[in-house]
């Protein structure tokens, strides 16, 4: 109720703030009898983590993550799984100019009407340092569907400004600091980063995650609709400010004899609809797009106000990313994992025992 | 679980096929204390009705909507309300032609292939129908954040096609059929709705809904954020396949120094972030924009499977809308005014103890 | 939240007062395919009504209830069903009495604290009458518990008074007007009841239900244990004040040695523990006896205060069952049901794909 | 969903088995603002700790908890509280022999039916050593409780055996190690525990806990009444076979007349009630009693299977309490202090804005 849990079945809770003593999470809800192994969760921590590009921020951390409960002999338990990272460059004394202050396009001011105070390092909670904890718990969903069910969750960097990334190799896409699958955007990109870092600015990003293979089936009608849920988890996630399912806003000037789906035997002819009709997968691939607001934590000097209420003139110094939707793409792959794996449950729990007598392509 | 509730603290569970006996819904954690007569249901109820315009579909339902519980001499008790709208004009035998057939942009196949079976009169529970209840219940939340703390809810029609109606005059919004704030664009926007229904076709849409007046705090971090649930909300809408907060998409171009809104002794420079900063009320207007798909209920032939996998062609008769984003307006408002609701007790909830000492404006 | 719902994956929302216009209620999580009509819930209705003996009030509702939704063609269709008895014996100027008193052992007191106001008609919310939708959703899980796994739920009254009835047989308890499963005491029940009515006082009672065939397995650890949610949910009726699963707290004076159930290649030799190990079921018969308060709707009069808190002497007039723990025994019935469909569910759910190898009795 | 959490808007997760790495727990819902360190925690889990008297058991564990987040400058910040106790005394060797047996009146059998393997490690996850962080998180809400309404939780054994220790004085409570209130029962209790000990056998108890000036009006109606959450609470601590809510049991013998609590301008004349009215609180002191069965870790022979389904006899060496209730007081102390948390939170949200206009004594 307090906001730190998704998912129903399949349920993460996080805390931990951005420079406390450690980042954890429990997964509650993961089915027995599944291989796990630290090393399974590590390597989506290292896709995201700071540091691994001179692109995104220069803090370090190890993030290693250990698995303190749930797993007994190499496989899960069906209990409940406990997550630790132990933060261990907490740097405070970085943030203390700030802590009076209400930095424009963060948390800082919501914050302290919501709560009365605030943990003023570094975001605290309010921090995207606490995303470390939904990759480590997609991870776990991530190979859940994978190994059970052979569905293949995975993600680019779609556009940053006006740099547009088509999806043109797959394999691209881990082979480069940007995440982007259009090996010919590359040099702009390094060009429009080294361009963001002297100007002390930072840039929008788009982003697309896909799930393949994903049954028919999933997603409830009404409210809990798989495309609603991973709306909510999607949105979620820091700096994101849009979400859309299949062609999103392009619906808007679209006629319903184009946008439709044809259906032959062999299967739909198109998939406008990214793969949920109705608020239920239908089979084909599930596709969602977001779009990341531009850090605000920028050299750029900017107006705020303090705690007095008086006009100051701030700029953000330390570690920061000129664009976060780079790092966003393990994060937004391991939401769209997140949710899949809850409405994977919540089909089996409801809907066990019906066997379709439908086509499946 | 099943999907058919929204809400934690302020909950709505509804019920109801297109043509079966009747809608309902239990609305609860309305406070008590409140006055509320059917009266102030059926005015928003009315708004979505449809056949209120040559341009809404011909289906003559009063939708008139009975308190069976919850209220005791004209003011809410603290228990849950119980809501009913009799289905009069169900016209079952409209549909008999699709029950082997899968309409392609519907709910058909994906329902199937969940419950092994599907109530194809009107499209059950898939049926756009069942927003009643949503309209129903966001009276009761628009009524208490009205009353209570003068928040206004409203929303307008953004764009239909090629054509965008700007936020020039709220007062238009109610005086035309489409729910238009720019009074030069209505001529053609009744010229495109004869030519969709012309050729038997329809259009997409955008629609804007903002909240004036919310006090900053409201929305919880990390998962269960405003605007997450907002968006998770936006998008268990019908047709709805995108979701913007604030600037939206828009913000993948736009650098850091221009989309942060500044603050100074007098408030926010600007609203780039549409009244949401860290998943949190920032005390500014809240703003969304979503995305409805153009109904793939139309006349324009197209190809679909029937039950046995065979190809063959459908038209989709019967009273449909060439554009179901006009009578998303209500609906939209509707779930901003559900998840406001529950967010102002969850709020009361953990931190009505807490004094802010920072300016509001 | 607000407390009108329970079960997680099997969910029934419940509204109405004891005088309003109507009670009804939601039932979510229904897998589809069940064969349903309205004469499925109507038996437990009966067996619970109010004006069914000379015991119980001679309140008299046909409590006739209506199937809205999630029946298609008599088969579920894994949406919500929506269930609706009218109110039709209202005669609310009974009650206009007792409008400003605030009946001892009554919740009139408790609730105007929490509420700031009270729907004073027959107990509104708070009146045992709210159980009759308790009793249609468990009627469905019965259903569903009988025919797809072979459970079989009952119950019946274990003790009134001084009067012990031991389960002697079991076809006995639907041929009295008791639920007595001994023939032996009905005569003694019956003056008991007859020696009530003429002092216009009331008794308390022991009610005891079981569940055969429950298959292991059942149950979460820790919190939403078997047995724990048993304890929630019959604590949840109406005037009960106590709940034993298994023996009980006569395990106070046993010793480990005599309480433990040992295991043979055949079985478990006894079952002190009520078909629960561990929170989880151990495919035992599950058993749990509930202890339910005497009325405090009597004639013999008593104290209280008035709205001024002004010392007064009230007696309890209308119509009122000198044993409330007779009709309960459907009702706790029903809440023990309800119970194991959710946990059904919910061990599909996270555990559909384990194979039990061990021996199942 | 899988059952490792309690609590709705106060949400206590938990997570740890008895020999794995460590115990830790997501505490969420805690009001910011109020003070807290590790040293208000650590008394509780010191009372209830092993190893703290001559008749519990040996084992030793520091159980030194570490506040992981959501406490910042020494006070709360309203975000997710992580807790975390390592395990240090693990000694996994101890448990190899009963990797293949399945222990009468543990959870081994019901476990490995419900995962299809478990870790028998001490019990794993059934294990009572879960219970600390109970207590660890119960231990906050207490403090809030007393510190912001001024409510006092706490616990007496009132059972054990024959053994009848009844209230004669709070003071006595915490300086024996039976947490008996009857200073006259000590050397029978500790004559009861030599003979156990040297008999290699246990014995059930009887457990009370109460929370005084607990204000009226907690509680939702229906469902999830105050006591009906109770009983969920208390029902799910290790071991608990009954809970009563003030009289209990032995309101089946009493007569309506008898049992109500009158009411006069200085309050209520009784409490049979135990401070729950239609599941609401009344104002008066709540009481709940529990029973606990006797453990059956002993070390008198026993009939159970093996694996292969084989009787085998086996008695359980190593570490254990002859009476697991008298460990129970402070975790029975910390289930009810997290449910009237969680209330008092429930309430707020809803009836925050009620002014009672009735007498509060």
Redesign the interface.
Known sequence: ??????G??F?V?????SH???????V??V???IPLTEADLQHDLDRRRPGTSRYTTARREPDQV?????V?EG?T??????L?IENTDQRSQDYSAIKDL?R????D???????????Y?GG???SAR?TAMRVAAGAIAKKYLAQ?HGILVRGYLA????IRCELKDWQQVEQNPFFCPDPDKLDALDELMRN?KKDG??????VTVMAERVP??????????L??????????I?AV?????????????????E???????TGF?SN???G????????QTIIAHI????????M?P????N?Q???VEMVTRGRHDPCVGIRAVPIAEAMLAIVLMDHL????????????????W
């Not at 109720?1 to 998704?6: D, E, H, L, R, Y």
């Not at 400010?241 to 004899?257: H, L, P």
């Open positions: 109720m307090a906001g730190n849990s998704i129903e079945l349920r809770t996080t805390f931990g703030e406390g003593a450690a980042l954890g999470c429990v509650d809800g089915p027995p009898g250990r698995i303190l409960s749930g007994f496989v338990t069906g209990t409940s799984i406990g630790l209400f424009p396009g963060h948390a001011y919501s914050y302290e009407m919501k709560y009365g105070l605030r943990d390092r605290g909670r309010s606490e059970k556009q940053i400004g006006d963001l600015d930072s840039i929008g990003a788009k028919a089936g999933l997603g409830e009608p009404v409210f809990d609709r495309d609603a849920d991973l709306a909510h988890a999607l949105m979620s820091n400010k849009g979400v859309e399912i299949g062609d999103g806003f392009a619906v808007v000037t679209k006629r319903g004899s946008n439709r789906d044809e259906i032959t035997p002819v406008h609809a990214g949920v009709l109705g608020g239920i997968s239908s089979g779009a990341m607001k531009p850090t605000s934590s920028i750029v900017g107006r705020t106000i705690r209420g008086e006009q449950l919540r089909q089996r729990a409801q809907n066990g025992d019906v066997v379709p007598t439908l086509p499946r």
